[in-house]
Antibody
C-alpha cells in the first residue's frame, strides 16, 4: 500500500523550532519529487517547499525562505522539514505529498494525512 | 506568480445532477493544471492532471477540460460522496506552485 505518514507536529512558541518528518512506504521513494503543503484550518492549500528526487534542487514559498529547510533521506525513504523562527501564521496542518511524474510537471498523486503545527 | 481564481466559492447541486466548477489562471498555464478533491478531515486527493487526464481511481463521471487560462471540472450524476471541496493547482513556470482558493460543493 502506498503510504506517507507525517509526524513531529506539536505546539511550539513563536520563535521556536520544529522538525517534521514524513515516512514513505509502498512506492519507490527515490523516483518521486516530494513536497510539503500546508493548510490553515478552514482555509485553502498552500505549497510550502519541494525537493527533487536526488535532493539536488529545492524550492520554497517566499514566506518561509531562510526559515524552513526541506531535506530527504533516500536510504530511510523519509522527507523532512526543519522549521526555525516559527511565527503564529505558520500554524497549519502540514501535508507531505509526492509526485510520481519524473519531470517538472508537479502534480501531487500521493498524500499523507497531515500533522498539525500550532505556534502560540 | 500565477494566480488561480476558482468560481463559484460555493456550489449547491442536487444528487444526480451535474456540477460545473471553474478555475481561471492569471496567465497561460497551457494544460499544466490539476484538480484535487478534499473531504472534511482528510488530505486532498488528486482527481485530474494535465487539465483532462483522470488520475488512477478517479471515476469516469469526473472530467476536466480547458487550456491556457480557462479550465472546467465537470462532475456528472453527482453521488453523495462527491460533496467536498475542490481545488485547482498549476505546475507551469514554478516556483511558486499555487492553488486556487477552492470551491465547496454542497448538497442542494
Amino acid at each position: 500500500e502506498v503510504q506517507l505518514v507525517e509526524s513531529g507536529g506539536t505546539l511550539v512558541q513563536p520563535g521556536g523550532s520544529l522538525r517534521l518528518s514524513c515516512a514513505a512506504s509502498g512506492f519507490t521513494f527515490t523516483t518521486y519529487w516530494m513536497t510539503w503543503v500546508r493548510q490553515v484550518p478552514g482555509k485553502g492549500l498552500e505549497w510550502v517547499a519541494n525537493i527533487k528526487q536526488d535532493g539536488s534542487e529545492k524550492f520554497y514559498v517566499d514566506s518561509v525562505k531562510g526559515r524552513f529547510t526541506i531535506s530527504r533521506d533516500n536510504v530511510k525513504d523519509s522527507l523532512y522539514l526543519q522549521m526555525n523562527s516559527l511565527r503564529v501564521d505558520d500554524t497549519a496542518v502540514y501535508y507531505c505529498a509526492g509526485s510520481s511524474n519524473p519531470g517538472y510537471h508537479l502534480y501531487m498523486d500521493v498524500w499523507g494525512k497531515g500533522t498539525t503545527v500550532t505556534v502560540s | 506568480e500565477i494566480v488561480l481564481t476558482q468560481s463559484p466559492a460555493t456550489l449547491s447541486v442536487s444528487p444526480g445532477e451535474r456540477a460545473t466548477l471553474s478555475c481561471r489562471a492569471s496567465q497561460s498555464v497551457s494544460t499544466n493544471l490539476a484538480w484535487y478533491q478534499q473531504k472534511p478531515g482528510q488530505a486532498p486527493r488528486l482527481l485530474i492532471y494535465g487539465a483532462s487526464t483522470r488520475a488512477t481511481g478517479t471515476p469516469a463521471r469526473f472530467s476536466g477540460s480547458g487550456s491556457g487560462t480557462e479550465f472546467i471540472l465537470t462532475i456528472n450524476s453527482l453521488q453523495s460522496e462527491d460533496f467536498a471541496v475542490y481545488y485547482c493547482q498549476h505546475y507551469k513556470n514554478w516556483p511558486p506552485i499555487t492553488f486556487g482558493q477552492g470551491t465547496r460543493l454542497e448538497t442542494k
